[in-house]
């Protein structure tokens, strides 16, 4: 007889999928394309990973935040171990030196998440999904991201 999971690892496992898949799709353009945020890549979203700045290993103050959390490509997340070379510049850039303190300060810190807080989580990234699905497919959706996104 094979041995089950605990519970909260199988509920990190759930959540990690869904953030994951959230990050990346929510990063996509209309194409399904997003970018690698350290090198620039381009591809479908389905073929990108959700790197950390701050890594997981760290701990669980920043694993889930999604300020810490960002489309990378393969090479950039996992050969070059997160890219953080160049993953402070887009950091910066994107939310300011003081979140990237913060998040550096919230790693130093411990939490420990219950199974009943991994609930919600999943519970409110799923809804997440289903929400920028939904807007996506709005015949306006697209126009006004163009409109917003020109160079």
């Excluded at 690698?36 to 890549?41: A, I, K």
């Excluded at 694993?63 to 993953?87: F, M, S, T, V």
């Excluded at 519970?123 to 006004?144: F, G, N, V």
Aim: net charge positive; charged share 25%; aromatic share 10%.
């Amino acid at each position: 007889m094979a041995k089950r999971k605990p519970v909260v690892k199988r509920l990190q496992k759930h959540l990690w999928e869904l953030t994951s898949k959230y990050v990346r799709l929510h990063a996509s353009n209309w194409n399904g394309e997003c970018s690698c945020v350290t090198c620039g890549l381009t591809k479908p979203w389905k073929e990108m990973q959700a790197g950390h700045f701050i890594p997981r290993a760290q701990g669980n103050s920043t694993k889930w935040d999604l300020r810490n959390i960002h489309p990378q490509c393969y090479r950039c997340n996992i050969n070059l171990g997160g890219n953080g070379a160049e993953y402070y510049p887009f950091m910066v850039k994107t939310y300011g030196e003081k979140v990237v303190t913060e998040l550096r300060q919230l790693s130093n810190q411990s939490r420990k998440i219950t199974p009943c807080e991994y609930q919600t989580m999943i519970d409110e990234m799923a809804e997440r999904i289903s929400k920028l699905i939904m807007e996506r497919q709005r015949s306006d959706y697209w126009t006004h991201w163009a409109l917003q996104n020109v160079s």
